[in-house]
């Protein structure tokens, strides 16, 4: 599913089914909890290949709904555009729900 397409710059993320955590991928065709490790599309058709990628990947590494995002960089560090993609890449808002939700395992 394609999310927030504005911007030229774009990276793949999706969610974590063990613990819901936000995650990139990369460019190794994994995927890492750190933005800064994120593969970026510089167009159009790199964002459709990387997407791809992320649907198979996400199959194999037990993550949910790859979606494309804008990011632009600011320096050497990808910073989203949207304020949501930016919350979501800070990570979790609460420790506690972290610890919680691994407590399950």
């Given at each position: 599913?394609?999310?927030?397409?504005?911007?030229?710059?774009?990276?793949?993320?999706?969610?974590?089914?063990?613990?819901?955590?936000a995650v990139f991928l990369t460019a190794t065709g994994?995927?890492a909890s750190d933005i800064a490790s994120a593969a970026?599309?510089?167009?159009?058709?790199?964002?459709?290949?990387?997407?791809s990628i992320g649907a198979v990947a996400a199959a194999?590494?037990?993550?949910?709904?790859?979606?494309?995002?804008?990011?632009?960089?600011?320096?050497?560090?990808?910073?989203?555009?949207?304020?949501?993609?930016?919350?979501?890449?800070?990570?979790?808002?609460?420790?506690?729900?972290?610890?919680?939700?691994?407590?399950?395992?």
């Open positions: 599913m394609a999310k927030n397409l504005t911007g030229n710059l774009q990276i793949v993320t999706a969610n974590r089914l063990r613990d819901g955590v994994e995927w970026v599309a510089r167009d159009t058709a790199a964002g459709t290949r990387l997407l194999e590494a037990r993550v949910v709904d790859p979606y494309l995002t804008a990011v632009v960089e600011d320096g050497t560090a990808i910073v989203p555009v949207s304020l949501r993609e930016r919350i979501r890449a800070q990570g979790l808002t609460f420790e506690a729900i972290s610890a919680d939700a691994t407590r399950y395992l």
